[in-house]
Nanobody, 115 residues
Framework: QVQLVESGGGLVQAGGSLRLSCAASISIFSIIPWGWYRQVPGKERALVAG???????NYADSVKGRFTISRDNAEKMVYLQMNSLKLEDTAVYYCNGMMAYSYPWGQGTQVTVSS
């Protein structure tokens, strides 16, 4: 059974940085396009960053230039470097595959940005 375990969230002041990590227990990790998603109460989960099997990346306009997604196929890890954090980045962050690759959601990691 696939398990996704996110970590690295916390409380940070606006303008600060955090690095999120996602450990994925799946044998075909390297061929999966991975994404980081976030959800705030009352809203649907939304994709904020994605990375293809080849390493191409894409970002939501709201995080472009501030967030960087990366992957380590050997360690089966996906990362999200978040810089210049804003109050509106406060959310629970999740990783999962993209497109046809969707797995049971992990517990997510809470990111809270304070003023």
């Amino acid at each position: 059974q696939v398990q996704l375990v996110e970590s690295g969230g916390g409380l940070v002041q606006a303008g600060g940085s955090l690095r999120l990590s996602c450990a994925a227990s799946i044998s075909i990790f390297s061929i999966i396009p991975w994404g980081w998603y976030r959800q705030v109460p009352g809203k649907e989960r939304a994709l904020v960053a994605g990375i293809t099997r080849g390493g191409s990346t894409n970002y939501a306009d709201s995080v472009k230039g501030r967030f960087t997604i990366s992957r380590d196929n050997a360690e089966k890890m996906v990362y999200l470097q978040m810089n210049s954090l804003k109050l509106e980045d406060t959310a629970v962050y999740y990783c999962n595959g993209m497109m046809a690759y969707s797995y049971p959601w992990g517990q997510g990691t809470q990111v809270t940005v304070s003023s």
